[in-house]
């Protein structure tokens, strides 16, 4: 525990930085003593004073940190520290940190039971974060600057962080966004290792301090008139796993973040072997391409107009936020998780912490732009990069990466791609990738990459698994030595860099090589190929999708058609509503590149946890069960109906179908029933073609929404299973609380009665029946949700031609016996076990490839 001193020359200042400092941490149990100006009342500091306020604090059993305002309160300070006993002195600090700014963050650091070390850190790195840059315009006057009172309302949260990515790149982006969204002072602070409060309005904050891994504690402090609100909604986001929750595979029940590997030994030299950490399995097989980054030299000038300067600053940030926007919008195309990671880049860029940092320091030193750039980065990368975690590490390429486009802009050069302009296919081979650096890669030459820098949640990393790259990081620098040309064998599986393999060698892997590559090829030549069963029985195989390139992947990868269009794509990163016009050729090139092929659209399904810039919404304690989703379109007719007539317009020769999300109850249906009429009559008068008659469907993801499936089958033509919420109401179960994570089985066998009862009674009523949610492209889900009777499977595209090898293996027969054993069982372990036993045996007995592999 640590106790403050504060010394001033005056008495009532250091009694109002003590006062200032407690209300600002909310109240204090730890002693926070001010020692002040002299006996007689005069500017000055007292020896006296100053020893015995420490004397107070070293006997209570505290720690000390003392902050002192001018050089001779540092002096006699100095004085009394070398006059106390040397046990004590061991355990009193001078720290040089801003006597205000250090106060507050040293006592609210200690009031989170930071020990001394932590707690000078706070008070001392209180000094990067500059006041007055973040004030646009002159200081207002003092009337009506905000004034702090014992009065102003505080709320404390500690949680724990659900979500397997944590709190960083878009989970942490998602959060500053939400805390902009109140006036209260917001902080928050990774409690489970100490670290010292950050802005949570402030990305670079919230990135270099209050980032945490899954199942980690953090802090969150609001102080303000709206503090109970701020914490309500922010507790509720984090609870929520930020939205993440749904994207995980339930049935693979992933831990915690890994601990970072150490890669196994050297093994031989030049011409032998390295071993590195696993990244992205696979084989691969090709001449070395050796990867430097370019740089650019910034001439140390002075800049001769400062306003100009900035000027060019601000355009250089403003291009660069639209390259990283354009690069993000590529990537979320195939894989929306991952582009986060240029989100997180995008936010950085827009960060006061940052940018006006940049600006003070031209107006302040006159320096080129580029020179101000490198100065701020340069302070941001080495704070990241003296981080206690592998996370830190992340967020120090980030910034590094983001420095370079910046610099690049700055001085004028062209963007150079050497990674995207192979002549042959390469083995890339680099100290490390910036995530830029790996998303420009021509995947069509690439076969393997290999870094000396990375861990198996690096970027590169990351994007190699999602583009099936093998890869291998942490590596000998010495593979930075192997000549341009030189072939080398990788194996992604182990991690083994071979470099001019032998000729027995290099049969084997090519071998290796070529029976993964014969497997996946028998999956996908058959992925266009119905899936039906050995007794001729046919499903549908649809996929989940998000946009145009989505949708080109679900066709090429074999999907008959689209069971889910999440239309949020539209609707999130942006400062207005999207117009129906724009809404309208959105779908409609959806619709083209499907063909023939159905294309499922849900209805906008979003909600508090998910802000809309052009839409306030209240906080809510729980906006998963809050006002989202159709419960939010039904009431903003403004947000509902030109979606409505643009998917109407869309179907015009088009196999479009609509689909209302989160529906409850009866008479919610009859209300979206009546709205896509008022949309039709609204484009008949208006003499707009439309689709007169176009199938409209549910999605059942709530309890109540199943158990009245009787009630709701005759009002619409189809429904669609939402497994992910489904499993979380039914078992009344936050996916998003760490403490509750076992109970979150879709595999429970109350789940699998109830999706067997929608089905059921679903075709009493002769409606299609879907799933669109984790579970239809779960191999061992598969089999089971066959046997009850689905109709429709829709699912990520990559996971299709798997699926549909499947399907074929199995007759109806088979798979009705494997639901009747299913449902006799009393447990989600009993049935997730029973289900690997049928694929591994379906897969031993050669009716199924090891394509679908059994995790």
Same mark, same amino acid.
């Given at each position: 525990?640590?106790?403050?001193v504060i010394? &001033?020359?005056?008495e009532?200042l ?8 407690l209300q ?13 100006g002299?006996?007689d ?8 004073r100053?020893?015995?306020a420490l004397e107070r604090?070293?006997e209570? $059993?505290y720690d000390a940190l ?6 001779s309160a540092?002096?006699v300070?100095?004085?009394v520290?070398?006059?106390l006993?040397?046990?004590?002195q ?6 040089? *940190?801003?006597?205000?700014e250090g106060?507050?963050a ?5 009031s ?12 001392? !790195?209180?000094l990067a974060?500059?006041?007055?840059p ?11 600057m905000p ?12 949680l ?8 960083h790149?878009?989970p942490?982006?998602?959060f500053v ?9 917001i902080t ?5 290792h100490n ?6 309005k402030?990305?670079?904050? =919230?990135a270099?301090r209050?980032t945490a891994?899954?199942g ?11 503090a109970v ?9 984090v609870?929520?796993g930020?939205?993440?929750m749904?994207e ?5 029940s992933p831990?915690a973040q890994?601990?970072p590997e ?12 390295w071993?590195?950490i696993?990244?992205?399995s696979g084989?691969a097989?090709a001449?070395?391409? !050796?990867y430097?980054?370019p740089?650019w030299?910034?001439e140390?000038r ?8 900035i000027?060019?600053l601000r ?10 926007l354009a690069?993000?919008?590529?990537? +979320? &195309?195939q ?6 990671i240029?989100?997180?880049q995008r ?7 940052l940018t ?6 031209i107006r302040q030193q ?5 020179i101000? /750039? ?7 990368i080495?704070?990241? &990069?003296?981080?206690?975690?592998e996370?830190?590490?992340?967020r120090?390429a980030?910034?590094q990466?983001v ?11 062209e963007?150079?791609d050497?990674l995207g302009?192979?002549?042959h296919?390469?083995i ?8 830029s650096?790996?998303?420009r890669?021509?995947?069509?030459? =690439?076969?393997?990459?290999c ?9 590169v990393?990351i ?12 590596l ?9 040309g030189?072939?080398v064998?990788i ?18 892997y ?5 029976r993964q590559? *014969? ?5 996908l ?5 119905p899936?039906?069963?050995q007794? $001729?029985h046919?499903?549908?195989v649809?996929?989940?999708?998000g946009d145009? &390139?989505?949708?080109?992947?679900a ?7 689209v069971g %889910?269009?999440?239309?949020?794509f539209?609707?999130v ?7 129906e016009e724009e809404q309208y050729?959105? #779908?409609?090139?959806?619709a083209?590149v499907?063909g023939?092929?159905? %294309?499922?659209?849900?209805? %906008?399904?979003?909600g508090g946890?998910?802000?809309l810039p052009?839409?306030p ?5 729980n906006?998963?069960l809050?006002?989202?989703a159709?419960?939010?379109?039904l009431?903003h ?7 409505l007539?643009?998917?109407?317009r869309a179907?015009?020769?088009?196999n479009?179908?609509?689909?209302f999300?989160?529906?409850?109850t009866?008479?919610e ?7 896509l009429?008022q949309?039709k009559?609204d484009?008949?008068? /208006? $003499? ?9 469907g ?6 109540a +929404?199943?158990? /009245?499936?009787?009630?709701l089958a ?8 939402g497994?992910?919420?489904l ?5 009344a179960c936050?996916r998003?609380?760490e403490?509750?994570r076992?109970? #979150?089985q ?12 929608v089905i059921?009674?679903?075709?009493q009523?002769?409606?299609?029946v879907?799933?669109?949610?984790e579970l239809a ?5 598969i ?9 429709e499977f829709s699912?990520?595209p ?5 699926a549909?090898?499947?399907?074929r293996?199995?007759?109806m ?7 009747r ?5 009393s ?7 029973y289900?690997k ?9 050669g009716r199924?490839?090891?394509?679908a592999?059994v995790?």
């Amino acid at each position: 525990m640590v106790g403050i001193v504060i010394v &001033a020359h005056s008495e009532q200042l250091a009694a109002g930085v003590c006062e200032v400092a407690l209300q600002m941490a909310g109240g204090s149990s730890i002693p926070v003593l001010p020692a002040g100006g002299t006996e007689d009342g005069r500017l000055g500091t007292s020896f006296e004073r100053v020893h015995n306020a420490l004397e107070r604090v070293l006997e209570q $059993g505290y720690d000390a940190l003392v902050l002192a305002d001018l050089g001779s309160a540092v002096m006699v300070t100095q004085m009394v520290l070398e006059a106390l006993s040397p046990d004590w002195q061991k355990r009193v600090r001078l720290t040089s *940190a801003p006597l205000v700014e250090g106060a507050i963050a040293a006592v609210v650091a200690a009031s989170g039971g930071g020990d001394l070390d932590t707690v000078q850190q706070a008070a001392e !790195q209180a000094l990067a974060i500059s006041k007055i840059p973040e004030l646009e315009g002159p200081l207002p006057p003092l009337a009506e600057m905000p004034i702090a009172t014992p009065e102003r309302v505080e709320e404390i949260a500690e949680l724990i962080v659900p979500n397997p990515t944590g709190l960083h790149a878009r989970p942490a982006s998602l959060f500053v966004q939400t805390a902009m969204r109140f006036r209260a002072e917001i902080t928050v602070q990774n409690i489970s290792h100490n670290r010292p409060p950050a802005n949570a309005k402030s990305m670079m904050e =919230v990135a270099s301090r209050g980032t945490a891994w899954q199942g980690e504690r953090i802090r969150i402090v609001a102080r303000g008139e709206d503090a109970v609100e701020a914490i309500r909604t922010l507790r509720a986001l984090v609870e929520s796993g930020f939205g993440e929750m749904e994207e995980v595979s339930p049935i693979s029940s992933p831990g915690a973040q890994p601990e970072p590997e150490t890669p196994p030994p050297v093994e031989g030299g030049m011409e032998g072997r390295w071993r590195g950490i696993p990244a992205s399995s696979g084989i691969a097989i090709a001449p070395v391409f !050796q990867y430097r980054p370019p740089t650019w030299q910034t001439e140390r000038r002075l800049a001769s107009d400062a306003e100009a300067e900035i000027s060019r600053l601000r355009a250089a940030l403003e291009q660069a936020r639209q390259e990283l926007l354009a690069l993000q919008q590529e990537i +979320a &195309a195939q894989d929306p998780q991952t582009a986060r990671i240029f989100e997180f880049q995008r936010m950085m860029l827009e960060d006061p912490a940052l940018t006006k940092a940049m600006e003070e320091r031209i107006r302040q030193q006159m320096p080129s732009a580029e020179i101000a /750039a490198e100065e701020v980065f340069s302070e941001w990368i080495a704070r990241f &990069a003296q981080g206690d975690s592998e996370l830190s590490q992340l967020r120090a390429a980030d910034v590094q990466d983001v420095h370079r486009r910046l610099t690049r802009i700055l001085v004028g050069a062209e963007e150079q791609d050497p990674l995207g302009a192979l002549d042959h296919p390469v083995i890339v081979v680099a100290r490390d990738l910036t995530p830029s650096d790996t998303a420009r890669l021509d995947r069509t030459k =690439v076969r393997g990459i290999c870094t000396v820098g990375g861990g198996v949640t690096s970027h590169v990393a990351i994007l190699a698994r999602m583009w099936n790259i093998p890869a291998i990081v942490g590596l000998d620098e010495r593979v930075l030595e192997i000549a341009d040309g030189t072939v080398v064998a990788i194996d992604g599986e182990t991690g083994l860099v071979e470099v001019n393999p032998s000729p027995e060698n290099l049969r084997k892997y090519e071998e290796s090589r070529a029976r993964q590559e *014969a497997l996946a090829a028998t999956a996908l030549s058959r992925a266009h190929q119905p899936a039906i069963t050995q007794n $001729g029985h046919q499903v549908k195989v649809f996929a989940n999708i998000g946009d145009v &390139a989505s949708a080109r992947e679900a066709v090429n990868s074999g999907a008959e058609g689209v069971g %889910l269009l999440r239309t949020e794509f539209l609707f999130v990163d942006r400062a207005t509503m999207p117009e129906e016009e724009e809404q309208y050729k959105a #779908y409609r090139a959806i619709a083209d590149v499907l063909g023939s092929r159905p %294309l499922i659209i849900r209805t %906008l399904d979003i909600g508090g946890d998910k802000p809309l810039p052009y839409l306030p919404l209240p906080p809510e304690a729980n906006p998963f069960l809050g006002v989202r989703a159709i419960r939010l379109t039904l009431r903003h007719p403004g947000l509902f109906q030109p979606q409505l007539r643009a998917i109407l317009r869309a179907s015009v020769e088009r196999n479009i179908w609509v689909m209302f999300p989160m529906v409850s109850t009866r008479d919610e249906v009859l209300q979206a029933l009546e709205a896509l009429e008022q949309a039709k009559a609204d484009l008949e008068r /208006a $003499g707009i073609p439309y689709a007169k008659e176009i199938p409209v469907g549910i999605m059942v993801e709530t309890p109540a +929404a199943a158990i /009245a499936a009787d009630l709701l089958a005759p009002l619409v033509d189809f429904f669609s299973i939402g497994s992910n919420d489904l499993t979380q109401y039914v078992l009344a179960c936050d996916r998003g609380n760490e403490q509750l994570r076992s109970l #979150y089985q879709p595999l429970d066998p109350t789940v699998i009665r109830l999706i067997q009862h929608v089905i059921e009674t679903a075709h009493q009523y002769g409606k299609h029946v879907g799933l669109c949610g984790e579970l239809a492209g779960e191999p061992i889900a598969i089999p089971l949700l066959l046997g009850l009777g689905l109709d429709e499977f829709s699912m990520t595209p990559a996971a299709i031609p798997y699926a549909k090898e499947l399907i074929r293996a199995l007759s109806m027969a088979d798979a009705r016996e494997i639901a009747r054993q299913a449902l006799l069982l009393s447990s989600a372990a009993e049935t997730t076990q029973y289900l690997k036993d049928v694929l591994r045996n379906l897969q031993e007995s050669g009716r199924l490839g090891a394509s679908a592999r059994v995790e």
